[in-house]
T-cell receptor
Framework: DTAVSQTPKYLVTQMGNDKSIKCEQN?????MYWYKQDSKKFLKIMFS???????INETVPNRFSPKSPDKAHLNLHINSLELGDSAVYFC?????????????FGPGTRLTVL | AQSVTQPDIHITVSEGASLELRCNYS??????LFWYVQSPGQGLQLLLK??????LVQGIKGFEAEFKRSQSSFNLRKPSVHWSDAAEYFC??????????FGPGTRLSVLP
């Protein structure tokens, strides 16, 4: 059973398009995250959601909008895609309010903007 | 501000040799420390973590790491490397209610 899953695994699209990436976790966690990994493998947090509320928004362009229909899902919608958005996007989850702050990661979505 | 450094961008070892990957952090409080591994084209898998207690922690795949507060380090070790260990390794630091900060990663290559 996959703990954190993302769809699609690969996404190739043209500049200017709008696209979404979906994330689901079956760990019962209440906090979910989106990370961006650039071509140099550097990981940077973009957003985190706790109990369906955005609690961190790390100065990403407002073309990126996370949406959480429930605490098991955190989707990432991107408007007006740009070349610089090409990267691997990782979803992760953890349980707040406990001593175990481990984040569990999905397999990633490789986005290529042409 | 929190930060994590991994001084070695790329390390090459021979299969069967020992391995140590370095991680240094800057953090205002007692940190939670993690090592993750990313195989090519894959997501991040947790190798081990330190929250408190024994400063030598054991992880999966025969890895261990030692927390040294005086040196602000959390180095990852393995006594005998296997070809399947070739991957990217990330050290991360965080704390209760705080964001993770990841290091830049160390790429491990294994020679047959």
């Amino acid at each position: 059973d996959t703990a954190v899953s993302q769809t699609p695994k690969y996404l190739v699209t043209q500049m200017g398009n709008d696209k979404s990436i979906k994330c689901e976790q079956n760990l019962g966690h209440d906090t979910m995250y989106w990370y961006k990994q650039d071509s140099k493998k550097f990981l940077k947090i973009m957003f985190s959601y706790n109990n369906k509320e955005l609690i961190i928004n790390e100065t990403v362009p407002n073309r990126f909008s996370p949406k959480s229909p429930d605490k098991a899902h955190l989707n990432l919608h991107i408007n007006s895609l740009e070349l610089g958005d090409s990267a691997v996007y990782f979803c992760a989850s953890s349980q707040a309010g406990t001593s175990d702050q481990t984040q569990y990661f999905g397999p990633g979505t490789r986005l290529t903007v042409l | 501000a929190q930060s994590v450094t991994q001084p070695d961008i790329h390390i090459t070892v021979s299969e069967g040799a020992s391995l140590e990957l370095r991680c240094n952090y800057s953090y205002g409080a007692t940190p939670y420390l993690f090592w993750y591994v990313q195989s090519p084209g894959q997501g991040l898998q947790l190798l081990l973590k330190y929250f408190s207690g024994d400063t030598l922690v054991q992880g999966i795949k025969g890895f261990e790491a030692e927390f040294k507060r005086s040196q602000s380090s959390f180095n990852l070790r393995k006594p005998s490397v296997h070809w399947s260990d070739a991957a990217e390794y990330f050290c991360a630091v965080g704390n209760y209610g705080q964001n993770f900060v990841f290091g830049p990663g160390t790429r491990l290559s294994v020679l047959p």
